[in-house]
């Protein structure tokens, strides 16, 4: 199971308030694996680029101190500010997606850019979002893609290469985080208000 905390705190007792600082607050926390971290998992070894190489299997990926990487949070119903966010980079590197998670805004440019001198092609499956199927012959090849959508979350797989994939989790406000080391995540800036704070993992 898993469980989103703040920091230090326990899933069974009450969370802080945030404090408010100019109408603004940040949120942040932590979100943890409840009871014994399993052991990282493996897709074993795959040919990768003429070669074999260890695929690590990053569907479900818990530290040791329990917390879980690649967790999207965000609020829902968030207020949609104007901040035009950069664009946003998915790589294809060791025959794996990097990142393994993306959060974006809908209509904000993604490269979508392979770093492998080998055949890959990206496949966005059919959503909320149109899908689509980019050929990537070298490295150093690279396409732009939008999602015009709000969608939790959008697989992205090589057909090439089976065990590749990845998620895009696309949003039309810019309070939304993935979590990282420790299993941590931030939304800054907030507005003072009431929202619903929701984690989603993909199992």
Avoid at 91 to 112: E, F, I, K, S
Avoid at 157 to 175: E, K, N
Wanted: with cysteine; net charge neutral.
């Amino acid at each position: 199971m898993i469980g989103c905390n703040r920091e230090g705190g326990s899933s069974q007792g009450p969370v802080s308030r945030p404090v408010v600082t100019a109408g603004t607050v940040a949120v942040s926390g932590k979100v943890t694996f409840d009871g014994p971290p399993p052991p990282p998992g493996t897709l074993g070894e795959q040919l990768c680029c003429d070669k074999k190489v260890a695929i690590p299997d990053e569907s479900l990926v818990v530290e040791a101190g329990g917390g879980v990487r690649n967790v999207v949070v965000y609020l829902k119903d968030g207020p949609n500010v104007a901040s035009p966010p950069p664009p946003a980079v998915l790589d294809q590197a060791g025959c794996r997606y990097v990142p393994h998670v993306l959060a974006v805004r809908a209509g904000q440019p993604v490269t979508v850019k392979s770093s492998d001198p080998t055949l890959h092609n990206a496949h966005a499956d059919k959503g909320t979002n149109k899908p689509f199927n980019l050929p990537f012959a070298d490295a150093g090849d690279a396409k732009t893609v939008t999602f015009p959508s709000p969608e939790v979350a959008v697989r992205v797989r090589c057909d090439v290469h089976q065990w590749m994939g990845a998620y895009v989790a696309v949003f039309d406000h810019p309070y939304y985080a993935v979590t990282g080391e420790g299993g941590r995540f931030e939304l800054p800036n907030v507005p003072a208000g009431t929202y619903t704070l929701v984690a989603w993992h993909e199992r």
